[in-house]
């Protein structure tokens, strides 16, 4: 790979890598996977972009998502004002990041020329992702680049007992290298291809942003950060109990709760982030509501939704955190017993363990 120095010809350009996701949702999580791996590919002596792709179906989809996100309970007009100031504020935030010029998103023949794409992380390879399934772009078709590779890509709630059909296993033939963040991404390409892929840290884990607290007004007293929506009766009613007990107020970030003590509906990525720092624990269903809470050391309790198995029980397998995730058969003092203590130290050992299978991935992907 290219690097910045001195050679016989002058210096050296640094490789010119784009990387493709889904950087433009309207959600944390796609947001801050997005912005640490690009960043530490830069790190690493890359000229890393985010290929900007544009597309006006998805993006009015993706609008009409941040909009009404608890449909099929509609929101009122007052939460939706709330909505579009949070929409407003990823906008921004993505706007400051390093992007390609755009293209449109079903004519990849027009992107700048890469050395090296890099598809991932996020749900790429989903299916069944309601807007962005079967995007071909995503599956390496008409890059501008000798160079194909994926990092902790994800097939999403796609199931690997479905498994792919010869097409799609016929795309990513073509990778040059692939890896994959959850088993059941990593089954579905062993069946496809029958060779294992490695299995690599989200983006968020592998370069662990550097978090500014005064991106958030704290709460004027100890708090626990609320981040998910549609969280069952039960598991709702076990959280507001064990916090009432404890005189920690529960702060909902980024949809609305009514459960919780306070509502932060507008919160921007950012802000997000700073929030689950300052925050005594976190409560979510969503999985870069655990990788957040991993990557700050705060101690979490993670409701199991069928959406989301597949992400949040691969990752709690893979670091060793399988007790904090709950499950609708589980009884409330399961939710007390995993935010009552610290996290286990053996997590932490997990995780650099695994941050040195991804920076040897990386470096024999050419990136």
Avoid at 70 to 90: C, E, M, N, V
Avoid at 136 to 145: D, E, I
Wanted: proline share 7%.
């Amino acid at each position: 790979m290219f690097r910045e120095g001195s050679g016989e010809n002058g210096p050296r350009r640094a490789p010119k890598v784009g990387v493709l996701t889904f950087h433009r949702c309207v959600n944390y999580g796609s947001y801050w996977q997005a912005r640490c791996l690009v960043e530490g590919l830069r790190g690493r002596g890359n000229d890393a972009v985010l290929l900007d792709y544009d597309c006006e179906r998805t993006e009015r989809i993706e609008l009409r998502c941040a909009m009404q996100p608890l449909l099929p309970t509609r929101s009122p007009r007052g939460d939706i004002r709330l909505y579009a100031r949070k929409a407003r504020a990823f906008r921004q935030a993505i706007e400051a990041l390093p992007l390609s010029g755009r293209f449109p998103l079903h004519a990849p023949e027009q992107m700048e020329a890469c050395d090296l794409v890099m598809v991932g992380s996020d749900e790429v390879w989903n299916l069944w992702h309601p807007w962005y399934g079967g995007q071909a772009l995503f599956w390496g078709q008409g890059l501008a680049a000798p160079r194909i590779v994926s990092y902790a890509a994800s097939f999403g709630n796609y199931d690997a007992d479905g498994g792919i059909d010869g097409m799609w296993a016929g795309f990513l033939r073509r990778f040059d290298a692939i890896s994959v963040r959850d088993d059941n991404s990593r089954r579905l390409v062993r069946t496809a291809l029958g060779r294992q892929p490695p299995l690599v840290l989200d983006p968020v884990l592998q370069f662990p942003p550097a978090i500014d607290p005064q991106w958030a007004a704290e709460p004027d007293t100890p708090f626990v950060a609320l981040y998910g929506h549609s969280f069952s009766a039960g598991f709702a009613q076990a959280i507001r109990a064990w916090a009432d007990r404890r005189g920690l107020r529960l702060v909902s970030i980024g949809y609305a709760n009514a459960w919780a003590h306070e509502q932060r509906i507008a919160t921007g990525p950012l802000e997000f982030a700073a929030l689950i720092a300052r925050s005594s624990a976190v409560v979510t269903n969503f999985f870069h509501g655990c990788v957040f809470a991993l990557v700050t050391q705060k101690p979490f309790a993670c409701e199991v939704s069928p959406y989301r198995m597949n992400k949040v029980r691969d990752l709690a397998a893979a670091v060793g955190a399988e007790g904090l995730l709950v499950y609708p058969s589980d009884p409330p003092e399961q939710v007390a017993e995993a935010l009552d203590r610290p996290l286990d130290p053996a997590i932490a050992a997990r995780i650099d363990a695994l941050r040195g299978q991804s920076e040897r991935y990386l470096q024999a992907a050419g990136a």
